[in-house]
């Protein structure tokens, strides 16, 4: 699987949008970008996925850049409720075996201040 | 509720002692994995399962066996549990692993420790 990179942590206060960053510059052009949450004590929980176009849900947005070497997760008003890991996951499309496989890096630990 | 249920949610063993943590989803997913979560290791998977009667192995199966007799069931077993195996074990499930576009389910975890 092509590599994510984040920053290991970011915080924000609460009600303010959310920037968060994840570079894959060695992203193919059959790689989704997937983006995973995880709330202390719980598993992991899906947030919002994308090919090239923008995405939107009720959980936050999804910004791909142009060249889909860079993405951004936003979450437009951040609640004590947010502060979690966040994980950038690229995910190959129509792909059997391990290649298809979620595969977690580090991901980003975000803090929210009251 | 779509959900996929593990049990126990914690337990605490002695070393050596056959131990099943279960998995069930009800949602009729194909794809089924097991994951472990490790302090400076992050999650790391086991094991998955396609569809019944196939697994295969992930990353760090040592230690552990799985089986997927039916769609919706697939436990994990720990037949001569160690201390290293003490982790926070978590099942998900997935429409299919085929299409990347699927997002996983989760469950809410197993916290295991084996003394």
């Known amino acids: 699987d092509a590599k994510t990179t984040q920053p290991n942590s970011m915080e924000s206060n609460e009600e303010e949008p959310v920037h968060l960053p994840c570079n894959h510059s060695?992203?193919?052009?059959?790689?989704?970008i997937h983006w995973y949450r995880q709330l202390p004590s719980q598993g992991p929980e899906y947030v919002i996925h994308?090919?090239?176009s923008n995405v939107n849900n009720r959980m936050a947005s999804l910004a791909i850049a142009e060249d889909r070497k860079s993405s951004t997760l936003i979450l437009h008003r951040a609640t004590l409720r947010d502060a979690a890991v966040y994980y950038c996951i690229l995910r190959e499309m129509n792909y059997g075996g391990s290649q298809g496989n979620l595969i977690f890096g580090k991901g980003t630990k975000l803090s929210v201040k009251p | 509720e779509a959900q996929v249920t593990q049990n126990p949610r914690y337990l605490i063993t002695v070393t050596g002692k056959k131990l099943t943590v279960t998995c069930s989803q009800n949602?009729?997913?194909?794809?089924m994995s097991w994951y472990r979560q490790d302090p400076g290791l992050g999650l790391r998977q086991i094991y998955y399962?396609?569809?019944?009667?196939?697994?295969d192995k992930g990353d760090v199966p040592e230690g552990y066996k799985v089986s997927r007799k039916e769609k919706r069931n697939f436990p994990l077993i720990l037949e001569s549990p160690s201390p290293n195996q003490t982790s926070l074990y978590f099942c998900?499930?997935?429409?299919?692993?085929?299409?990347?576009?699927?997002?996983?389910?989760f469950g809410s975890g197993t916290r295991l420790t084996v003394v």
């Open positions: 060695t992203i193919s052009g059959t790689d989704y």
């Open positions: 998900a499930s997935s429409p299919s692993l085929g299409q990347a576009f699927y997002g996983y389910t």
């Open positions: 399962s396609m569809n019944v009667e196939v697994t």
């Open positions: 994308g090919l090239t």
């Open positions: 949602m009729n997913h194909e794809y």
